[in-house]
């Protein structure tokens, strides 16, 4: 075997595939993100209205399990770097992939190959689920109607990028406990600092979850938030920041 093809991107791309499909907790991470989109999307049903508000948007009801189902997801983007630091594998990476950047590229592939998979799934089986377990008059969303499909699908892709922002947290903090603790705040703590602000403040609108919320999984319009296209595009942003972020922390510091 050459050595382009020992470390081209291909290559390292199976090598990250392998190392992820053969570690316990991807699956544990994995049958809790489908619980929690599945299981909160069945129990909100469940509990939905049958003399709902003009403001009631029954496909953003859909997804109430996004809120679990993103910090579960976050810690599978951060384990697939962090583990290796905390075990020393990632010597072992470095050796076989010198080009640090190419690894991390690798990384992203499969995560993000696995998690939008997975997610969009997740996402028509929360969707199918919601109008199943609701009782008789509580409205539910078909895909044929406008915006409803839309917003499915970036409930589905949602959980990705939350995923390549926690692997790119993981390549700056190395720690997992740090990186986790990263995506808490980010996912959890910032939006309660700031909600003194206001529910419908400019700070808080461009943070990940409302973003989720008000702008990805929302039908109707939501009062003085972002659209849809400008909030997963700043939401690719943060990955893309991020992941430019852990990069650059890879090929500066020792492993």
Known sequence: MTTAGAYGLGGVVRMEWRKLRTVRSTYWILLVFAAAMVGVAALDGA????????????????FGGLALAQLTIGILGVLALSSEFSTGLIRATFAAVPRRGRALTAKAAVIAGVTLASGEVLAFAAFAAFPIA?????????LSQPGVLRAVLLAGA???????IGLGLAGIIR????AIAAIVGVLFV?????????????????LPWMIAVNSLTAVKPVANSLSAAAGAGMLCLYAAVALAAGGWALARRDA
């Open 134 to 142: 609701a009782p008789y008059g509580v409205p539910h969303a078909t």
């Open 175 to 178: 720690h997992t406990s740090g």
């Open 158 to 164: 949602y959980p990705c990028l939350i995923a390549l």
């Open 47 to 62: 509990g939905g209205p049958t003399n709902p508000a003009p403001s009631y948007d029954p496909t953003q009801s859909a």
């Open 190 to 206: 910032l939006p309660l600092v700031l909600l003194p602000l206001g529910w419908h403040s400019t700070a808080l609108k461009f």
